[in-house]
């Protein structure tokens, strides 16, 4: 009958254990959730190892002068170090959750003499060897051991996102610096021709072709033309240093192409399914951090139940009882404790109803770290697709512009009825039209950078 009642009594904290999921494993929370439910679905998707996410950044970034800048930064730049550390660091703590299932050993040797009333001193020591487990009967060190797990792989995916961003503002940097050279070349090259455009002003005049306004007009533009010069120049310093600091070195000017072939192949930009997402690092890191907090509730549960320690303690020792005695013995000394939480309930209350919050929170930034992904993915594709069709008008208003110039120049130079304004309308359209055309490359450019490392490009 006591047996029956004592299995009785296992079955009930079994069940009453059970229902409080003190031992349950971390699930995504998708009946609370359709977020969470779409992103458990991404997580059982198999994955596509062609698709853009798992490519690496070699695979994407072809030119050899970016790759080389690329090694240098992952090799030298300090926020990547210390997301390694920290990794190092969680990786440390794991560990030691895990060491705590084992019993902590301790050798403690201690002894002693004394003399009362000038008795003879009678030496007493004691070399123990003390042993204490812990017994995880209600998981306390099983919660703690798998938070920690969820913490390493948090630093895991903040290392990767790091990475990333690293990689793609390398890329960024590299081919904004593309782009300016590209506009100060085409800079100098048209104040060339405008340089040679006030000559032919200054000819015209003194062979009676046309009046002063007109030399006035035409050098004024070249000053316009020269005084963008310095802006662009001043623009590629400032790149060039900024390479300098995500490489962690001392400034100085790095070597760029001149080659504007960039592009990611069309089925990799067709569309991001929802998988996409389940690899880019700061969701996964979100997803981690709801996992740990889901463990540090399970923690603050796991607080209302006994702690039950097992200690032990052995060793040699000449003190028996009262008595000294030489040579001494051997001894050893077992005992269980069993400490239940009476007046602190009020207090572990608290810490759970804390915990709870705080979970909450932790599916809230999860939720809006899956929204604010898909947002990038989604600007990042628009962006690509609208660059690429506001190229086409912006090359053929290009080609419409040099015929402009062509046929103006030849009026004013055989039609005189036309003005140098119309001349210097033509040309000053013709220059902004071909700086925006470099600029929307490397918008595009640029999206397509965006759309690697929203996706968490990178590996």
Same mark, same amino acid.
């Given at each position: 009958?006591?047996?029956?009642?004592?299995?009785?009594?296992?079955?009930?904290?079994?069940?009453?254990?059970?229902?409080?999921?003190?031992y349950?494993?971390?699930e995504?929370?998708?009946?609370?959730?359709?977020? +969470?439910?779409d992103?458990?679905?991404?997580?059982?998707? #198999?994955?596509?190892?062609?698709?853009?996410?798992?490519? *690496?950044w070699?695979?994407?970034?072809?030119d050899p002068? @970016?790759?080389? &800048?690329?090694?240098?930064?992952?090799?030298?730049n300090?926020?990547?170090?210390?997301?390694?550390?920290?990794?190092?660091?969680?990786?440390?703590?794991?560990?030691?959750?895990?060491?705590?299932?084992?019993?902590?050993?301790?050798f403690?040797?201690n002894?002693?003499?004394?003399?009362?009333g000038?008795?003879?001193?009678?030496?007493?020591?004691?070399?123990?060897?003390?042993?204490?487990?812990?017994?995880?009967?209600?998981?306390?060190?099983?919660?703690?051991?798998?938070?920690?797990?969820?913490?390493?792989?948090?630093?895991?995916?903040?290392e990767?996102?790091?990475?990333?961003?690293?990689?793609?503002?390398v890329?960024?940097?590299?081919?904004?610096?593309?782009?300016?050279?590209?506009?100060?070349?085409?800079?100098?090259?048209?104040?060339e021709?405008?340089?040679?455009?006030v000559?032919t002003?200054?000819?015209?005049?003194?062979?009676?072709?046309?009046n002063?306004?007109?030399?006035?007009?035409?050098?004024?533009? &070249?000053?316009?033309?020269?005084?963008s010069?310095?802006?662009?120049?001043?623009?590629?310093?400032?790149?060039?240093?900024?390479?300098?600091?995500?490489?962690?070195?001392?400034?100085?000017?790095?070597d760029?192409?001149?080659?504007?072939?960039?592009?990611?192949?069309?089925?990799?930009t067709?569309?991001?399914?929802?998988?996409?997402?389940?690899?880019? #690092?700061?969701?996964?890191?979100?997803?981690?951090?709801?996992?740990?907090?889901y463990?540090?509730?399970?923690s603050?549960?796991?607080?209302?139940y006994?702690?039950i320690v097992? !200690?032990?303690?052995?060793?040699?020792?000449?003190l028996?009882?009262?008595?000294?005695?030489?040579?001494?013995?051997?001894?050893?000394?077992?005992?269980?404790q069993?400490?239940?939480?009476?007046?602190?309930?009020?207090?572990?209350?608290?810490?759970?109803?804390?915990?709870?919050?705080?979970?909450?929170?932790?599916?809230n930034?999860?939720?809006?770290?899956?929204?604010? +992904?898909s +947002?990038?993915v989604?600007?990042?594709?628009?962006?690509y697709?609208?660059?690429?069709?506001?190229?086409?008008?912006?090359?053929?208003?290009?080609?419409?512009?040099?015929?402009?110039v062509?046929?103006?120049?030849?009026?004013?130079?055989?039609?005189p009825?036309?003005?140098?304004?119309?001349?210097?309308?033509?040309?000053?359209?013709? @220059?902004?039209?071909?700086?925006?055309?470099? +600029?929307?490359?490397?918008?595009?450019?640029?999206?397509?950078?965006? &759309?690697?490392? !929203?996706? *968490?490009?990178?590996?």
């Amino acid at each position: 009958m006591k047996s029956y009642k004592i299995c009785a009594l296992g079955v009930v904290m079994a069940a009453a254990l059970s229902s409080c999921h003190i031992y349950q494993k971390y699930e995504l929370p998708a009946e609370d959730s359709a977020i +969470a439910a779409d992103f458990r679905k991404a997580l059982e998707a #198999p994955a596509d190892s062609a698709s853009l996410p798992y490519l *690496g950044w070699e695979e994407i970034f072809k030119d050899p002068k @970016l790759q080389s &800048l690329i090694r240098l930064a992952l090799a030298n730049n300090t926020n990547l170090e210390n997301a390694k550390l920290n990794v190092d660091i969680a990786h440390a703590q794991l560990k030691g959750a895990k060491l705590s299932y084992f019993p902590s050993l301790a050798f403690t040797p201690n002894g002693g003499t004394a003399s009362y009333g000038g008795s003879h001193m009678n030496w007493s020591y004691t070399l123990p060897l003390a042993a204490q487990w812990e017994i995880d009967a209600f998981a306390k060190i099983l919660n703690r051991k798998r938070g920690a797990q969820m913490s390493y792989e948090m630093s895991q995916a903040y290392e990767q996102a790091t990475r990333s961003q690293i990689i793609c503002g390398v890329a960024n940097t590299y081919y904004s610096l593309v782009m300016l050279n590209q506009q100060l070349d085409l800079t100098k090259r048209t104040s060339e021709i405008w340089k040679e455009q006030v000559e032919t002003m200054e000819l015209l005049k003194n062979a009676g072709r046309t009046n002063e306004a007109a030399v006035v007009q035409s050098r004024a533009n &070249l000053y316009n033309i020269m005084s963008s010069i310095p802006t662009l120049e001043t623009s590629i310093h400032q790149l060039n240093n900024t390479m300098s600091l995500l490489l962690n070195t001392y400034p100085q000017t790095w070597d760029i192409t001149s080659d504007l072939d960039f592009d990611i192949p069309k089925e990799l930009t067709a569309g991001v399914p929802v998988s996409y997402l389940a690899v880019r #690092p700061d969701v996964k890191a979100a997803e981690r951090s709801l996992a740990a907090a889901y463990y540090s509730t399970n923690s603050a549960r796991a607080a209302f139940y006994p702690s039950i320690v097992v !200690s032990a303690q052995g060793g040699f020792t000449n003190l028996l009882g009262s008595m000294i005695r030489n040579p001494g013995e051997w001894f050893i000394q077992l005992a269980g404790q069993l400490t239940a939480p009476i007046f602190s309930r009020g207090q572990n209350i608290a810490t759970l109803e804390a915990a709870k919050a705080q979970q909450a929170q932790a599916l809230n930034n999860f939720e809006y770290a899956v929204l604010s +992904a898909s +947002a990038d993915v989604s600007d990042a594709l628009v962006s690509y697709n609208k660059n690429v069709e506001r190229r086409d008008y912006l090359e053929k208003q290009v080609d419409q512009l040099e015929k402009s110039v062509e046929y103006t120049n030849e009026l004013f130079m055989y039609n005189p009825g036309t003005t140098y304004l119309e001349v210097l309308t033509a040309r000053s359209g013709l @220059l902004n039209a071909q700086l925006a055309l470099i +600029a929307n490359w490397h918008e595009k450019v640029a999206s397509l950078i965006s &759309l690697y490392q !929203s996706v *968490g490009g990178g590996r």
